[in-house]
């Protein structure tokens, strides 16, 4: 402390010692320790300032006690202090009271505080269970120590003693508190303390531990308690003030101040430590219900006549003991290669959670598995991964513990790896899981549902090394099928289906399914399998579905769907349908707007996307205003095709068909849109103010996104190229890249647009007139670039 404690006299002087330490430019002080010295500074000022306020010592029936990160130890930057004044009833203890209170209120310094008699604080506790559990913290500071450990004594005796009616409480609590705050290990910005996963949940581990129902937490349970201290302690540093939720913008420099890479990393050990925390408290609170005699039982609930829970079997040498699912007594885990599996299998259906001495058994005693694997184990692994959503707590359980691990160990790879963009809800192992189990719903849509499955659980396997996923990926499936003993064909055709898993979703949102040439680049590219096609179809379903809200929509759906029709009908060897003309309504409108020179609009709803048709005077400019009327409006554009409808006598006139669909609400007035159109043709519309205004009506442009990228495709149809546009998406992003791309001279002549989450990727096929060399793509991507930034 470099003797500042000396210095420190009132309480400003108090919080000075603690900016000192606090500093930017000082790093010799960093997690536990830094915490360390904060809990000495407040102790010896606390203790010094009671003796002023006449706290007194032994035998002076007051105390002063500290209780949260105080009397854990645990004090992070700019926390409240959690302060009890206890007495015997002493006179003077509200004079008292004032003294060591006023000066922390004036300085600023967070005080939670209570003067309370030790009858009182345990009356409170009986029916508070956040005082209960804080007072199985308590720390005396000062005074008569005494009545401190009276205190203590008797709120850890309440405790163990009236446990039984609080577990309850504690689980509804526990629940209220996730569904606010959400999983640390799946949140882009987690809230350390309250998430699932996060300290709270450590304390409900060290009540638990208290009362004397469960064991002590573990060394990797306390070693997941000081990550997620130390990120908090780096995090309320880096922030100046007290906060709980890492948000994305601070997690590198809070990474570095751990010594870690980047934010990425970060995630990922947080990852870990939350999922650790979380299946502690879930076997914990297993152990307590079991450990707690139920009521009714009267004098004869622990009583050696107690009956036993029941012990039905679910399987060869598996049983469901109670609420959990065990070995029988006769089952043997070193001579049966396939009893891992059968328990696993077992619990995922009938949705039970495995026992903890039973993972621990089969850890300790279950045999690998050899290459190839036997015929039973293969079995009982495609019926556990056809359980459904009964397979996701399972293999959290299975992973947990090692054995998932011991069945797959490319699964090391993936495991807590966060996603590097914000579609995806889940870390890239816990997606593969919840894709598998979507998976399970599809089954009886493709001839190989053993193949699907599989072909689900390692499609991403090859994530979170240095190479193309796709194809590290299938490698790795190779490996995996091979080791699983699948047949040589279904190996090479589970290989094709993890390499090409993208192939649908990515061809169907981001290029022209009429043309003919994107088909038979598709069918060319599956062998003109049909089969690996339903796989491909179902596995995209899937994989949109597990990755996040709203990624599989019903547009995306009629996509891909339109997409594999077309693909079949290649396959069957019949004609292709042609690309649809226009219809007699547009053709119609196209006519009516040559005739009258002004602008108009026509929207035909559909169940999926409605269309709107844009008719004008050909003239450069047009998908751009289009695109600036439909944002302004909240329509979201999926798709652009450009056409055009030529009369002799009158000229041609420009119709742009948008597929698009309402961000909320319903579609707008046509009458609306025909007259903002006009006005964007004429100009007499500001566009770009009215976008920047709404933009800024909806919170502003998003803060710290990832920067744009551009690449570049040959397309299918002679003549065009395909530009790709990834970036962060924004009001009126369509408008402000296709105005780039109308000023840089070219032509479009389609447009996809495939949001995902807060990411777009916005395909364009142009042309130019005299081509598309190098230093041209390099001028339109700059304004491209410009326009995305």
């Known amino acids: 402390m470099e003797n500042a404690e000396t210095a420190v006299v009132t309480a400003d002087d108090l919080v000075r010692a603690r900016d000192r330490l606090l500093a930017p430019g000082r790093r010799r002080l960093t997690g536990e320790s830094l915490r360390e010295a904060l809990v000495d500074l407040h102790e010896f000022w606390l203790t010094a300032h009671a003796a002023q306020a006449g706290v007194g010592g032994p035998g002076g029936g007051v105390a002063l006690v500290a209780v949260g990160g105080l009397g854990r130890r645990e004090l992070?930057?700019?926390?409240?202090?959690?302060?009890?004044?206890?007495?015997?009833?002493?006179?003077?203890?509200?004079?008292?009271?004032?003294?060591?209170?006023?000066?922390?209120?004036?300085?600023?310094?967070?005080?939670?505080?209570?003067?309370?008699?030790?009858?009182?604080?345990?009356?409170?506790?009986?029916?508070?269970?956040?005082?209960?559990?804080?007072?199985l913290d308590i720390r005396h500071i000062a005074g008569d120590q005494v009545i401190s450990g009276r205190l203590a004594d008797s709120a850890r005796q309440a405790w163990r003693t009236g446990v039984r009616t609080r577990l309850d409480e504690m689980s509804e609590s526990a629940s209220r508190r996730w569904a606010r705050s959400g999983e640390i290990a799946h949140r882009v910005e987690p809230d350390l303390k309250h998430g699932r996963g996060g300290l709270r949940d450590v304390t409900l581990l060290d009540a638990l531990s208290a009362a004397q129902l469960t064991d002590r937490p573990s060394a990797e349970v306390n070693e997941a308690r000081k990550l997620l201290l130390d990120v908090r302690t780096e995090l309320r540093r880096v922030a100046g003030r007290p906060r709980d939720v890492l948000r994305a913008q601070d997690g590198d420099e809070v990474a570095a101040a751990l010594g870690l890479q980047d934010r990425?990393?970060?995630?990922?050990?947080?990852?870990?430590?939350?999922?650790?925390?979380?299946?502690?408290?879930?076997?914990?609170?297993?152990?307590?219900?079991?450990?707690?005699?139920?009521?009714?039982?009267?004098?004869?609930?622990?009583?050696?006549?107690?009956?036993?829970?029941?012990?039905?079997?679910?399987?060869?040498?598996?049983?469901?003991?109670?609420?959990?699912?065990?070995?029988?007594?006769?089952?043997?885990?070193?001579?049966?290669?396939?009893?891992?599996?059968?328990?696993?299998?077992?619990?995922?259906?009938?949705?039970?959670?495995?026992a903890a001495g039973t993972l621990a058994k089969l850890a300790d005693s279950a045999p690998e598995l050899r290459q190839p694997w036997p015929r039973e184990a293969r079995e009982e692994l495609l019926a556990l991964l056809g359980s459904g959503t009964g397979l996701i707590d399972v293999v959290e359980a299975l992973d947990r513990t090692g054995l998932w691990g011991r069945l797959f160990p490319e699964w090391g790879a993936v495991r807590d790896l966060p996603p590097r963009d914000a579609a995806h809800t889940w870390t890239v192992d816990r997606h593969l899981v919840q894709a598998t189990a979507h998976a399970a719903r599809l089954v009886t849509r493709v001839s190989r549902p053993d193949l699907l499955l599989l072909g689900t659980l390692v499609h991403d396997i090859g994530k979170g090394r240095q190479a193309d996923h796709s194809e590290v990926g299938a490698a790795l499936t190779t490996q995996i099928a091979e080791r699983l003993g699948l047949w040589p064909q279904d190996v090479v055709t589970l290989t094709a289906l993890v390499r090409h898993h993208l192939l649908l979703p990515h061809t169907a949102t981001r290029r022209d399914v009429e043309d003919e040439a994107t088909v038979r680049r598709v069918v060319d590219t599956l062998g003109g399998d049909p089969v690996l096609l339903e796989l491909l179809y179902a596995l995209a379903e899937a994989d949109a579905v597990a990755t996040g809200p709203g990624v599989w929509s019903d547009w995306k759906a009629s996509l891909i769907s339109d997409l594999v029709a077309r693909c079949r009908t290649a396959m069957?060897?019949?004609?292709?349908?042609?690309?649809?003309?226009?219809?007699?309504?547009?053709?119609?409108?196209?006519?009516?707007?040559?005739?009258?020179?002004?602008?108009?609009?026509?929207?035909?709803?559909?169940?999926?996307?409605?269309?709107?048709?844009?008719?004008?005077?050909?003239?450069?400019?047009?998908?751009?205003?289009?695109?600036?009327?439909?944002a302004l409006n909240s329509l979201e554009v999926h798709a652009a095709t450009l056409r055009s409808h030529s009369d002799p006598s009158l000229g041609a006139a420009a119709v742009d068909v948008f597929t698009v669909s309402p961000r909320f609400g319903s579609l707008p007035d046509v009458t609306l849109l025909r007259e903002q159109l006009t006005r964007a043709v004429d100009g007499t519309l500001a566009l770009a103010d009215k976008l920047a205004a709404k933009e800024r009506d909806y919170g502003g442009p998003p803060t710290d996104p990832p920067p744009p990228k551009v690449l570049w495709f040959d397309d299918e149809s002679s003549g065009a190229v395909v530009l790709e546009l990834r970036a962060a998406d924004r009001i009126g992003l369509l408008h402000r890249v296709a105005d780039a791309l109308e000023q840089s001279g070219v032509d479009i002549v389609w447009a996809r647009v495939s949001t995902l989450g807060s990411t777009v990727v916005d395909s364009f096929a142009v042309t130019v007139p005299e081509g598309v060399d190098a230093a041209r793509r390099r001028k339109i991507e700059q304004a491209v670039l410009h326009a995305a930034g």
Request: aromatic residues 4%; positive net charge.
């Open 76 to 135: 992070v930057p700019y926390s409240d202090l959690d302060l009890l004044l206890v007495h015997n009833g002493h006179k003077g203890v509200d004079q008292i009271a004032e003294k060591l209170w006023y000066p922390l209120w004036n300085s600023g310094i967070g005080l939670d505080h209570s003067v309370r008699t030790v009858g009182e604080a345990l009356r409170v506790a009986a029916g508070d269970l956040r005082t209960a559990l804080g007072l």
């Open 264 to 354: 990425f990393m970060l995630a990922r050990a947080m990852s870990s430590a939350a999922r650790t925390i979380v299946y502690a408290v879930d076997v914990a609170m297993r152990t307590a219900r079991a450990a707690v005699p139920k009521r009714g039982l009267g004098v004869f609930a622990r009583s050696p006549l107690r009956r036993a829970p029941a012990r039905r079997p679910l399987d060869e040498g598996v049983v469901l003991h109670g609420s959990e699912v065990a070995l029988a007594r006769d089952a043997v885990p070193s001579r049966d290669p396939a009893l891992l599996l059968r328990v696993a299998t077992a619990a995922a259906r009938s949705k039970h959670p495995i």
């Open 572 to 630: 069957a060897g019949d004609p292709l349908p042609k690309p649809e003309p226009l219809d007699q309504r547009q053709q119609d409108l196209a006519q009516a707007v040559l005739a009258s020179g002004r602008p108009d609009v026509l929207i035909d709803p559909a169940d999926h996307a409605a269309t709107v048709t844009v008719v004008a005077p050909d003239r450069p400019g047009l998908l751009s205003r289009a695109a600036g009327v439909l």
